[in-house]
């Protein structure tokens, strides 16, 4: 039987034991009134830890994380400040695996945290703002606390039934917003060189930011584009009301836009709620190998911090600090490298710390998050670089064109030996 409560009457030591493992729901699902009662009591439960994927609540600070042991697969949105204090432990591992790793139970899973919108007629509540690994925290956890949010839409697609529900908290308060970023010009740059690989037809992945926001103001003169990826934001309503998405084209999912996660703002979230042309998915969909390779023209966007000479991607890490994570762009970006007529795109700054440093560079700082066998085009502001079916030795002179110009000629010497020997 499920017990109910309010928002300022949570008690999570009634269901949760010393010790337990919790999994929460993430970015703008983050359950955040079941976070601030878990800041505030997980001291005296003890021995608690949790995993989520990113945030954006901006909840998780090191003082905060003091009760309890926090992981993550990486330092994404405010997870970042959190690394500097080692108070987040990472766990390599691509989106498409968090799942069934949960079920697996190498990432343990005692108790589900999530993120609900109210029920419908039938009694069952929509994931609302995100899917992704959520469905499989429930199936595995011995308890379900949800908090039951008068304010998060109801999403088409996976559904909890509200008898799968331990604890249910019910509240009235605005879901985690990401406001769209601030495009700058070398934003727009970058952009205009993707954006020309995407063609009517085309289905796209993009996350969200400055360069995927800049890539899609470009494409209002594109037809019948089609959607499947793991987030989506606000730049997708622009899309669908200029009839720019429709997903015609599509092999599969044909007239839906499939996605794991809305990150954006009120805007989105009223725009997706009841709305039978998204449906949102599990990872176990929007990452999967076998349902990614239906899809034809497949034109996948994905950020780096950097990229060596030979095409190697680091996605992670800068030198002593983490500040990124690997994501779910090695899975699409391996799908978009395979789909007929598609692309796998990797857009990033030529430079960063105000021009000081070459993103395009000999050696990484950092991890290699896309091996280079997997990459087919990296585009900077100064253009694109297609590298897939390419020797070293040419990787290296694409590279280099579309690194800055200031460090061109540095880059070119550290080339030659690679460009003499092949390898």
Excluded: W
């Amino acid at each position: 039987m499920t017990v109910v409560a309010q928002a300022g009457d949570v008690d999570l030591g009634r269901f949760l034991r010393p010790g337990d493992r919790i999994v929460i729901g993430q970015a703008c699902g983050e359950p955040t009134t079941l976070i601030e009662a878990l800041i505030e009591q997980g001291r005296d439960i003890g021995g608690l830890s949790a995993f989520i994927a990113t945030s954006f609540s901006g909840l998780f600070t090191p003082a905060a994380t003091e009760s309890f042991a926090l992981s993550s697969m990486g330092a994404i949105g405010a997870l970042r400040a959190l690394t500097k204090e080692g108070r987040l432990s990472v766990v390599p591992v691509h989106v498409s695996q968090v799942g069934p790793m949960i079920e697996a139970g190498i990432i343990g899973c005692d108790v589900a945290f999530v993120q609900v919108s109210p029920a419908d007629a039938a009694g069952n509540h929509s994931f609302g703002l995100i899917s992704d690994y959520v469905r499989a925290a429930v199936e595995k956890a011995r308890v379900v606390v949800a908090e039951v949010n008068e304010a998060v839409p109801y999403t088409h697609g996976e559904l909890l039934p509200g008898v799968a529900i331990d604890y249910a908290v019910h509240v009235a308060r605005d879901p985690v917003v990401v406001p769209p970023a601030s495009i700058g010009t070398t934003d727009e740059l970058i952009a205009a060189h993707a954006a020309a690989y995407i063609e009517d037809g085309s289905v796209i992945q993009t996350g969200v930011g400055a360069v995927p926001d800049a890539i899609l103001r470009l494409l209002h003169d594109r037809r019948d584009l089609g959607v499947h990826s793991g987030m989506l934001g606000d730049g997708l309503v622009e899309l669908v009301e200029a009839g720019v998405v429709t997903n015609a084209r599509k092999r599969i999912d044909r007239g839906v836009s499939i996605n794991g996660a809305l990150i954006g703002t009120k805007r989105l979230y009223e725009f997706a709620d009841r709305n039978p042309g998204i449906r949102m998915c599990a990872t176990s969909y929007t990452h999967d190998a076998t349902v990614l390779a239906q899809l034809d023209k497949l034109v996948t966007i994905n950020s780096a911090l950097e990229v060596d000479l030979t095409g190697q991607v680091n996605a992670e890490q800068s030198g002593a600090s983490y500040v990124g994570g690997t994501g779910g762009s090695v899975d699409f970006v391996r799908a978009g490298a395979r789909s007929p007529g598609g692309h796998a795109i990797i857009a990033l700054p030529a430079t960063a710390k105000g021009g000081t440093i070459s993103r395009i560079t000999v050696d990484l700082s950092g991890p290699v998050t896309t091996a280079r066998a997997d990459v087919d085009v990296i585009v900077t502001e100064f253009g694109a670089a297609e590298l897939k079916g390419q020797t070293i030795a040419e990787r290296t002179r694409r590279l280099i064109a579309i690194a800055h110009p200031d460090f061109q000629e540095e880059l070119a010497r550290a080339a030659h030996t690679m460009q003499r020997r092949g390898f």
